[in-house]
């Protein structure tokens, strides 16, 4: 079966067609902050994301009569189990009318509108919102704020199936902690196939390329109110304009390592403090399953410096086996959700039944 698979992103809108599992092209179409800064919100890209869809698909000879089924990036709704999704009017109501904006919730809006055009049907899998806390897990520590659990569900999922296959098991079997390193950093703890711990992708964590990660709570809110800051600026302080690049102005971290590299000893501080962080947040997750941890799985774009996999492996390493798979595959792994609704008979889960209430 012929699937199309679409990936919007901050910068960027990839594209993917697969016959069954096999990829036969990818397309990544790029944004620059000047053609999207004409829009007032991510929703409001909508046309825009589409028709540059469209052309794509035409200018590679893609007949989209010739389409079985589409994969869609999950995006901002309500939290949700994993697992592959129908795409309905639910969702993208949810998604549409969501306070985050993130681009990947245009996946599932142009998904169905396009399913809708050829009397197909649209998926999503693993959602970024996708939600499976303990329910120890789940509590805060102060009743007035629920724990999300955002995280890089797909790509974590994806890769820790991955390892799962490479060690002839079954990733319902296992338990791995995935340490996804990109724009985002977030450390997942995969219980027997459930996520049942997660350092939240905006809230908590180690500090990223560009967010602030945990925080000291009575300063933070020390500085909330010290009148320099807007709520609006605050919140863009820290997400955008937290972490690695708070501290040396870019949050380019191929540039901030080549800077360690020549000897900028501010660079290679940051650089070590970002591994120390993460570090601590991988550890954290050991008691979780009582310390029974069948591999650690370093994945995203981080995960190709070599300096940054040495230095995890040497403070981490002790837990388990380092499984290293750099980049992502979401793509992948969009696809092969859509094969297994359609090829291998899994019912797909229907986004109003599955919503949860957190903590």
Known sequence: MKILVINPGSTSTKIGLFQDLDKQFEHVIRHSSEELAQFENVTAQYDFRKQLIVDAL??????????????????????????????????????????????????????????????????????????????????????DIKRHGRFHALNAKAVAQVFAQENQRDYKELNVIVCHMGGGITISMHQQGRAVDVTDAIAEGPMTPERSGRLPSRDLVDLCYSGKYSHGEMKKKLQG???????????????????????????????????????????????????????????GGIAYSKY????????????????????????????????????????????????????
């Open 58 to 143: 035409v200018e590679n000879g893609v007949d989209m009569s010739q389409i079985e089924a589409i994969g869609c990036r999950g995006g901002a709704s309500k939290p949700i189990p994993g697992g592959t999704y129908l795409v309905d009017e639910a969702v993208c109501k949810d998604q549409a009318e969501s306070k985050i904006q993130h681009p990947s919730s245009l996946a599932s809006l142009i998904g169905h509108e396009l399913a809708k055009e050829y009397g197909i049907e649209a998926y999503f899998t693993d959602s970024p919102v996708t939600y499976e806390l303990s329910d120890l897990a789940s509590y805060s520590g102060l009743s």
């Open 241 to 299: 304009e937290g972490g690695v690049y708070s501290y040396l102005g870019t949050a380019d971290m191929l540039e901030v390592e080549q800077a360690a590299e020549r000897g900028d000893e501010k660079a290679r501080k940051i650089v070590d403090v970002l591994v120390y962080q993460v570090a601590k947040e991988i550890g954290a997750m050991a008691p979780v399953v009582n310390g029974r941890i069948d591999g650690v799985i370093l994945t």
């Open 308 to 359: 940054v996999v040495s230095e995890l492996s040497k403070r981490v390493g002790y837990l388990a086996d380092i499984a290293v798979y750099p980049g992502e595959m979401e793509l992948e792994a969009l696809a092969a959700g859509v094969y297994r609704v359609c090829r291998q008979n899994l019912t797909p889960k229907h986004y109003s039944e599955n919503v949860k209430t957190t903590a």
